[in-house]
């Protein structure tokens, strides 16, 4: 029991003080929402956190890449559709779009999506193994090729998904409803353009207003968690150092304390580095964010302009 007792006796300091900032916090005004204490007394969470920071930089900038990737696609939008088309309508559908990627109901639908995809990416290997292990015995079982039929089960798991979430996103999109409801005049070539085009401004929409900023938050967060992080990671460091001293331990206990230390070693090796990086991306954040905002605006504006102008003619 020692090693237990001791260990949580000297995080138990720092989880305390995270929990007592939190409440001091909170008491000069009333929250309405769910107070979500900091992991960063947790040794888990302590190991995990240069990985945290680089993920968070990393997917920052990425947003940033993004945004500008899509913006550049505005101009060519109109000359993408064909025929006798209601610029002013297709105006109103590319305005909405923009307003749906700030919006609640779109928001909890990338969230659901992104943690989907993610499921199926970090388990491929174990979902490919079951589903196509099932259908290579039941086609066996029935006298067919199995590798064949596991082959294409496997196949259509994963397409049926990535058009599935494809499709929730749709749902959670209005604009795409108002294309449901010009779908007889813009014909079945222009929906369809129009389709691919209402996402991409929702999503650059998304990425300018939502996401960034999300990504902004958690840096910082990071960075006030620093020090709690550190703390955590020396204080396991000790208990582990303490239980393998204690008598009693077998070579097996010893070995797999001395491979969790060393883990904690090698995070707080990077730790230093991860905070002066999460800093370094934090001074300038506020500019970069709202130069992508400024980005999506000025894009869009200049769009809703040249379909105006053409219903103009």
Not at 103 to 130: M, P, Q
Request: charged share 30%.
């Amino acid at each position: 029991m020692g090693r237990f007792t001791d260990y949580r006796s000297s995080l138990s300091v720092i989880a305390s003080c995270v929990a007592l900032s939190a409440l001091g916090a909170g008491c000069s005004e009333t929250v309405p929402e769910p107070v979500i204490a900091s992991s960063a007394a947790e040794p888990r969470y302590a190991q995990s956190y240069p990985a945290r920071v680089d993920g968070e930089i990393q997917a920052f900038g990425d947003g940033q890449v993004k945004v500008k990737e899509l913006t550049s696609k505005y101009p060519g939008y109109p000359a993408a559709l064909e025929g006798d088309v209601d610029w002013n309508g297709v105006a109103g559908i590319f305005e909405q779009a923009d307003r749906v990627g700030r919006s609640r109901a779109y928001v909890d639908g990338i969230a659901e999506a992104d943690a989907t995809r993610r499921f199926f990416e970090e388990e491929n290997d174990e979902l490919t193994k079951k589903v196509g292990g099932a259908a290579h015995y039941v086609a066996k079982q029935g006298g067919c090729q199995g590798d064949e039929v596991a082959g294409a089960a496997v196949h259509a798991l994963k397409k049926t998904v990535k058009e599935r979430l494809e499709e929730r996103v749709r749902e959670a999109n209005d604009a795409h409803r108002l294309i449901d409801g010009h779908r007889d005049g813009l014909g079945k070539k222009n929906s369809a353009t129009l389709e691919q085009q209402v996402d991409e401004v929702t999503q650059a929409s998304y990425l300018a207003h939502i996401a960034l900023v999300e990504h902004k938050v958690r840096i910082n967060r990071l960075i006030e968690e620093a020090e709690t992080t550190k703390q955590t990671a020396e204080a396991l460091i000790k208990a582990e150092h303490e239980y393998q001293a204690e008598s009693g331990r077998t070579d097996d206990e010893k070995k797999a304390s001395v491979a969790r230390a060393e883990a904690m070693k090698n995070a707080q090796a990077s730790m230093d580095a991860a905070i002066e990086k999460a800093k370094r991306t934090a001074g300038d954040i506020e500019q970069r964010i709202e130069a992508s905002q400024k980005q999506v605006q000025d894009a869009l504006t200049a769009l809703v302009k040249s379909l105006r102008n053409k219903a103009g003619k």
